[in-house]
């Protein structure tokens, strides 16, 4: 039987129909019905009535007694015995046999059947008592008086006895509700079983429950007891429609024992509606005073609730209120809860990807870094740190650093650092390298503090390997040293012999003009090649683009040569140009290109203080590719081998005491030069046997 909506709106129907429900004893505990055929009779007892507490009503046969007892339910028949039609015992029979009139007590009243047989027969019938003709008033009164007060004594019983029914039922509901209600925190399930015991206890078809949604304007149907009741659920009731909503609007409670029969009763069911409730009850569901929501029980059959059962429904409403709110509480906590964990994860996680990226920038950056906490225990390393320090973090992590690690002038930074209050500081160590320990390394090492997790302040100590920059430094100070002497030199030469021949040039003979003039032209030459060094080092460091073309590298060798063939002449050594038959192409730029052949062949010339020069261009096949080698070869001084790997470096010159005039560019511009066109440069040479020097460039297939 589906639950149909209410629809109509109703006024303010609060019906409490006090009659429409009797027990037992709603006797009328001051009436007498006196049951005669003769009039004289009942005349003589009404009589004896008179001025008594009683009220009487007559009857002169057992039909209008047994009409009259279950209309005016007196608490005493007093019956003639001997009646035409229906006798008094008939009567009490009846009378017993009614549920309504069988609590009415019964003395019957004869002159002649006084055997004991017809005694224990009248008693037997329900009879309470005889009373035997003729008799005075005083015996009358005092064994109606006694009934009387036995009657009182039974209904007073009968209403404690339902009282205390109703208390047991009520303390068995509230209990079970109770149970049900702290059993679980699903608010549907609350409601659910709320439902059920509610429509239970009250015998009702359907029990449902609504709550009012946060505008206070709808009524939500969120539980019923009826079976497959789910898909209602969700159903809205505007407050303004229906019995339930007229309870959520006004915090009235609503029964009506017969929809039917009460007037003030406006149709609250769907007139479409097959189920038409007769018997209604509904109550508010209270919060801190607040309505929230109503519980309904309906059924279709009239007189199926009592007012007793609206003050049991009220008494069990507090308690599913709280519970439901309770539950709607915890609804409320858990999804909060399950809001917080997912954040907290999602926080927990962003934090551990953060964590992890810091890390790998401070595992991956190119400095040392190590912290410290203010109790000197080490917390955090990278490995360039572990590899600088020479420790593990994972055998001191926590641990503060052990005394031996200080005799490291490293570490004894560290220590320093972290126990000095400054909130930044810097300083700077040498000390050998842990890997090749001749070599010294110059470390930077800067301090800041930071707020730990321990709320102390925890020490950040970033170490940088400045050795490379400190040789920079160095090389360019010798760069400077050396290039300023370079250009010393030749201009004070030069300015010597300018000198010379403006003051004495008539007093000169021609050979010493031309002497003075070619020294003058020598050292113009040497200029020249420095600052051609310093402007080719400038513009590879600009980045300036090369000017490719197609170049017989054959060709280029034999300019170079023709150029610096005074110089071979002039050191009367014997070059070798091993030019080859046909042209050998590169793709080059062709200034660039002289200058390597250049500065090489000039290297050779420079560093061969007598013998041979050997130049060699060739082609030689890797993977199918073409090479183009070109060697030059020298018998010159050479290189001892611990330097080979440097020569190529700016400003590196072998030679010290700079006997041999250079700036140490020529080799580093030949090395970026070759690099820039895909090639490589190689050199092998023996100290005192000379050296070769072989440029290995992409060649261009014919
Ligand atoms: P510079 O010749 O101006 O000093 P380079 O860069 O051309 O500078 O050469 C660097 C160093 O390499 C030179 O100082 C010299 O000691 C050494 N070197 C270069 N070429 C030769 C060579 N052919 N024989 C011996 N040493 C050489």
Redesign the pocket.
Known sequence: MPLRPLSQSVQSVIMMNENNHRGPYDLDLDKILIVDDLPLNRRLMMLMFHDTEFTISEAADGEEAIAKSQAELPFLVITDVQMPVMDGYGLCEAIKQSPKTANIAVIYVTAHHRSTEYLAKGLNLGGDDYIYRPFQREELLARTRAIARLKRAEVEAWRQAQVAERRNQDLTLLYQVGNALTSTLDTQQVLHKTTQLVQQFLGAEIASLWLLDESGQQLILTASSEEGSERLTGYTLPVDQGIAGHVARTGEPYFSADVEEDEKHHPTFDDASPYRPRSILCVPLRVAGRVTGVIQALHQQPQCFSISDLQLFESVTSSVSIAVENARLFEEVRIFNQQLERMVIERTRQLEQEKERTWGILANMADALVVIDHNQNILIANVVAEDLLNFRLADMIGRPIPPDFLDNTLWRSLDAMARSPEQRSSAAVDLPNPVRPEEILSIQSRSSKILGESGQRDTVVVLRDITALKEVERMKAQFMAGVTHELKTPLAVIRTHANNLTTYYRRLPDRKRKELIAAIEKQAHILERLVG?ILDVARLDAGSTLQKQRLDVGQIVDQVITELRPLVEQKRLNLRWKKPPKPLFVSADLNRLERVVR??VD??I???PAGVIEVEVRTVLADGRPQIHLQ?I?T????PAE?LSR??ERF????PAHT???????????KEIVEAHGGEIQVS?TPGK??T?EVILPGIVT
């Open positions: 060094e500065n090489l290297n050779a420079k560093y061969t030059v020298d010159g001084i050479g290189i330097q020569i190529f590196y010159r072998v030679d041999i005039p250079g700036a140490g560019l020529g080799l580093a511009i030949v040479s000379g050296s020097f």
